[in-house]
Every structure is written in structure tokens, then in C-alpha cells.
């Protein structure tokens, strides 16, 4: 029997999630300052112990640009996400029940699920932000809570960039796929997933 549900990873599953890296114009270092940022700073930002505002303030004292102009500049690097072709397909296709199950920020939150209608897509969207845990079975859980879904969690599937995350699932007794490329998801899909219902 195939998935009768299905857990979507975000960040280098659906999209390319080096989104916030691209420069604004006159500022090379702009993925350094970003880089160095979230290496000090990810962590907390991902749990929801700060918030986009703190995260931006310190990109604009490492660049020394405007916090206007940093926080216009992330809001148009939000906008322009590149989609991973075969992956977000199969997304939009909504072919089962699905959840996106996201390790990502407040800024996520604001800036990306509006802009491309990601509750459009998706039944449920559970972020680690939110929920104040990176742990992403457990994230998978509370996105099985909010489908109402009292299937076997084998039934569940994650798919998902990070080995760690697909093997976390399973030994919480879930289905993972563990998605490297979109040319190999593409590959793997008819014996993944049902085909497109009608």
C-alpha cells in the first residue's frame, strides 16, 4: 500500500534554500554578512527565541546598509524563490492529503507562505518557529494531529533533503523519502506515489 498522507520539507526539497543569499545591488558582501548571521543566530531564530526584526538589524549593522533597505531586500529575495520543477509540481498537484513540515522563521511565516499561497497547497503548515522545536518528527506529529489522521504513521510519508530528519521519522515509525536531486525525485515518482487523481 502507498502513502496515504503526505510530509513536505521546504528548504532544498521544494526550493532552493539559498534564497536569502542573493545580493542587493552595491553590496557584495551581503551573503557573507547573511552567512555570519545565521551562524550566530539560526538557531534561536528557528525555535522563535528572536525574531526577523533582530535577525535584520544585525545583517544592517554587518553591512552597514539601511534596515529599510535590508528589509526590502528580503522581502524581494522572498518573492523570488526558485521552485524545484518535478517537486513542487507534485505539490500543486495535491495528489493526497498533505502538510508542509518546515524547520524556518517568523520571516517564513510573513514573507513566503502569503506571497506564494502556500496554504493554497497545503492542508497544514507546521513550523519550527512556532512550535518552538527543530526536532522534525515531532513537527511531523503535530502536522498528523492537524490532518486528524489516525492511519498507521508508515502510512505517513516525509520527504525531505536531510537524511537525518527522513531516519528520525522512521524510527518514529513513518515513511521517508530522502529527496537529493529533482531529477531523481522525477525518477522515483511512480513507484513514490499514486498517480494524479481523474
Known amino acids: 500500500m502507498g502513502p496515504a498522507l503526505l510530509l513536505w520539507d521546504f528548504g532544498d526539497t521544494l526550493v532552493d534554500e539559498r534564497w536569502m543569499l542573493r ?10 554578512a547573511w552567512s555570519a548571521t545565521m551562524t550566530d543566530r539560526a538557531a534561536a531564530w528557528d525555535v522563535g527565541a528572536v525574531d526577523h526584526v533582530q535577525i535584520l538589524e544585525e545583517v544592517a549593522e554587518r553591512t552597514g546598509l539601511p534596515l529599510e533597505l535590508v528589509e526590502a531586500h528580503a522581502r524581494e529575495c522572498c518573492a523570488l524563490l526558485s521552485f524545484n520543477e518535478t517537486a513542487w509540481r507534485v505539490a500543486t498537484e495535491r495528489r493526497l492529503p498533505q502538510a508542509l513540515v518546515t524547520v524556518n522563521t517568523d520571516l517564513f511565516a510573513d514573507l513566503v507562505v502569503p506571497v506564494h499561497r502556500l496554504s493554497e497547497v497545503f492542508d497544514v503548515i ?12 515531532a513537527l511531523c506529529e503535530i502536522a498528523l494531529s492537524r490532518l ?3 492511519g498507521e504513521r508508515s502510512h505517513a510519508l516525509l520527504i525531505d533533503n536531510r537524511l537525518d530528519n527522513v531516519e528520525g521519522w522512521r524510527r518514529a515509525g513513518g515513511a521517508g523519502y530522502w529527496f537529493t ?18
Open 23 to 32: 545580493a542587493p545591488d552595491g553590496c557584495p558582501g551581503w551573503a557573507t
Open 126 to 137: 507546521v513550523m519550527s518557529w512556532s512550535e518552538r522545536t527543530v526536532d522534525k518528527a
Open 148 to 150: 486528524s489522521f489516525h
Open 181 to 198: 536531486s529533482d531529477e531523481q525525485f522525477k525518477t522515483d515518482l511512480a513507484q513514490l506515489l499514486p498517480p494524479v487523481p481523474g
